[in-house]
């Protein structure tokens, strides 16, 4: 395929990004996306700006105590080796392009560099914020001194192999650590030995046949016995575990018993239902999803009290801007829920 060349603007060493293309570089470049090194990214969070003008902060805020005027949303590995039919993403492979043309190609950035790239490039950002009158200045001072960094802006942040180092660097800087995985890289789990302030997985399915009829995996067998073995890992690991479910009507909000046995493996302290939204690449025809099958409020709520009831977990809370919903392990994992930041 012709056209290797990226147009992105490297922040690490001023060359070019090789294994993007440049049409789907400029196609994420239209939607936001500001390209560090030669596979690390960041973007604005709608969240971020808001909050920076006084606005709505993210679910995040209300159930975790983050300041979403101080976190950078980003990610060290845009590609992703699961194509997930309610992701609001670009997939490469519906743009004519691999997956794996997205990562490093085993050139792999040195993660001190990439930190130091993300938190530069997330205040070039912020800088064009300053002459709003309706940005509150404090906040934007405080937005110039992040403190929590979401690895979840896209692709799959345990593809990138030096995540240990990368997390260190992030919390020497005092910056808290929230990072999304699908639960696939079995290996880059078991080679975690510095965890991040919050892991999530996300939870796309409640069993097999759903699962891959929605993330389309290449081996359906293969994926989902590499995915429950992941969740077995997980539960022992420590530090604070979130499930992450995005709750699709029609689809995938069904077997409440099949999330529950999935909550018994993974024994997460909190579990997110969050309502599907029909933006982005979840609007591609292709993926056979609709504008009626965004929950409702009371839908999301019902679902996740059908959840709770099976799993003896609990809901404490509910977000209404993001429509998610907040379970609890129990009444302790409710009461230490709000993080105490470093800064």
């Not at 993210?58 to 983050?66: A, E, N, S, T």
């Not at 950002?125 to 405080?142: C, L, P």
């Not at 409640?206 to 995915?227: C, H, M, Q, S, V």
């Amino acid at each position: 395929m012709p056209g290797k060349q990226v147009v992105a603007v490297d922040m690490l060493e001023k060359e070019q990004t090789p294994n993007l293309p440049d049409e789907l570089g400029r196609m994420m470049k239209k939607q936001g996306y500001h390209f560090v090194g030669r596979h690390s990214a960041t973007k604005i969070c709608n969240y971020t700006s808001d909050s920076l003008k006084g606005g709505e902060s993210c679910y995040k805020h209300r159930f975790y105590g983050i300041r979403s005027w101080r976190c950078i949303q980003a990610t060290p590995a845009i590609g992703c080796n699961l194509a997930c039919t309610f992701c609001w993403r670009i997939i490469p492979e519906e743009e004519g392009f691999k997956w794996n043309e997205l990562n490093a190609g085993g050139r792999w950035d040195d993660p001190d560099k990439i930190v130091e790239g993300l938190i530069n490039e997330h205040k070039r950002i912020i800088t064009g914020y300053k002459g709003n009158e309706k940005v509150d200045m404090k906040r934007w001072d405080e937005s110039n001194d992040p403190a929590h960094v979401a690895l979840s802006l896209t692709g799959e942040p345990l593809f990138y192999p030096k995540m240990n180092r990368l997390l260190e660097a992030f919390h020497e800087k005092g910056i808290s650590t929230f990072l999304v995985t699908n639960g696939t890289m079995l290996g880059a789990l078991q080679a975690l030995e510095v965890m991040p302030t919050q892991l999530y997985v996300s939870i796309q399915a409640p069993n097999k046949e759903l699962y891959g009829k929605i993330t389309r995996p290449k081996n359906l067998t293969a994926t989902w016995d590499n995915f429950i073995k992941f969740l077995e890992l997980f539960s022992h690991l420590q530090t604070r575990r979130v499930f992450r479910l995005t709750s699709v009507k029609g689809l995938n909000m069904e077997d409440a018993e099949g999330y529950a046995r999935l909550i018994s493996i993974g024994k997460p302290h909190y579990v997110e239902v969050k309502g599907f939204s029909y933006v982005g690449g979840a609007r591609n025809k292709l993926r056979g999803l609709s504008y009626e099958q965004m929950p409702r409020k009371e839908s999301i709520l019902e679902f996740a009290g059908l959840i709770a009831e099976k799993s003896g977990y609990i809901v404490v809370d509910y977000h209404e801007h993001s429509n998610v919903a907040l379970l609890c392990a129990d009444k302790a994992a409710a009461a230490a829920r709000i993080i105490k930041f470093q800064k």
